[in-house]
């Protein structure tokens, strides 16, 4: 079984995080930046995948992230990835931010699910201090919401016990 991590970054936050989370998930393949993705259809060779990406486009209804993921969505959506497991997490600012907390991950969770993955990797929202984010499904997350600028003491314990839920969700962790 072959997981890949795909990351996108601006300030090199979210490509920390997809390291740290490979050191905890040692079985994934180690983390690819998704600047040097030459096309995405790669996808469809893995059992499945861990994507992350910071929002910069705050309180945007499209292109979000403000990174290379806004020029592959509609790319991603054509894909066949039936029997895929896809966890996403997402990088934002709760403090500056609070209305569009990590908005980004819900627009990249979206399109990997019209590509008929099956998302996991879902996160309970009550542990975290925000007013609004897109990302909300219910009552969690559709991901792993992090916040590096206000609330940084907290991602290595938020990344560790993720880490032990992916290896429960998805196959081959």
């Known amino acids: 079984m072959a997981v890949g991590i795909y990351f996108a970054t601006t300030t090199g936050k979210t490509q920390d995080v997809a390291e740290r989370l490979h050191a905890l998930l040692s079985s994934t393949n180690a983390p690819k930046d ?9 996808f469809t060779e893995l059992d499945g995948l861990i994507c992350g990406t910071p929002t910069w486009n705050t309180g945007a209804e499209t292109e979000r992230s403000g990174t290379a993921w806004d020029g592959v969505l509609e790319d991603i959506a054509e ?16 403090g500056s931010y609070t209305d569009n907390f990590c908005d980004a991950m819900e627009e990249l969770h979206g399109f990997f699910k019209q590509a008929g993955a099956t998302m996991v990797g879902y996160v309970d929202k009550s542990d975290y201090t925000f007013e609004e ?15 590096e600028d206000s609330e940084s003491d907290m991602t290595e314990d938020r990344l560790t016990k993720w880490a032990e839920q992916l290896k429960q969700e998805i196959p081959g962790l």
């Open 34 to 42: 998704l600047v040097d993705v030459a096309d995405v259809s790669e």
């Open 79 to 94: 894909l066949d990835l039936s029997g895929k497991s896809v966890a996403i997490f997402g990088l934002g600012d709760s």
């Open 133 to 147: 984010s897109k990302s909300v499904v219910g009552d969690q997350f559709c991901g792993l919401a992090l916040d």
